[in-house]
């Protein structure tokens, strides 16, 4: 059987709440997942995932998860928590890369 639906976009925390709404009309379960690591780590399968979805769908996502993951955090259950930590983390790593870039001279 096919795991749950996984977004793993760079959305606000209330697209990912309605894309749980309509995966939950259909009866599917949902998983909120957003990535970090980019093109290097993504070949390498070592990217981090940041989702929440309830423990149903975390079973059910968890081999493919594991397969593009080296590290997983279970957010909790509810959606819309993997795009908040997302939202934060991502201008974050951005504002330390350029900071590294001017440390560096490039």
């Given at each position: 059987?096919?795991?749950?639906?996984?977004?793993s976009?760079?959305?606000?925390?209330?697209?990912?709440?309605?894309?749980?709404?309509k995966?939950?009309?259909?009866?599917?379960?949902?998983?909120?997942?957003?990535?970090?690591?980019?093109?290097?780590?993504?070949?390498?399968?070592?990217?981090?995932?940041?989702?929440?979805?309830?423990?149903?769908?975390?079973?059910?996502?968890?081999?493919?998860?594991?397969?593009?993951?080296?590290?997983?955090?279970?957010?909790?259950?509810?959606?819309?928590?993997?795009?908040?930590?997302?939202?934060?983390?991502?201008?974050?790593?951005?504002?330390?890369?350029?900071?590294?870039?001017?440390?560096?001279?490039?």
């Open positions: 059987t096919a795991g749950p639906p996984a977004a976009a760079i959305m606000s925390p209330d697209a990912a709440r309605g894309l749980a709404a995966a939950a009309a259909l009866g599917l379960d949902y998983i909120d997942a957003p990535i970090s690591g980019g093109a290097v780590k993504a070949a390498a399968g070592q990217m981090t995932v940041m989702a929440s979805g309830t423990p149903t769908a975390f079973a059910k996502a968890r081999p493919v998860l594991d397969c593009i993951a080296a590290k997983v955090y279970e957010l909790g259950d509810d959606p819309g928590t993997g795009a908040a930590f997302k939202t934060i983390c991502w201008p974050l790593s951005n504002s330390m890369s350029s900071r590294n870039c001017e440390t560096v001279g490039v």
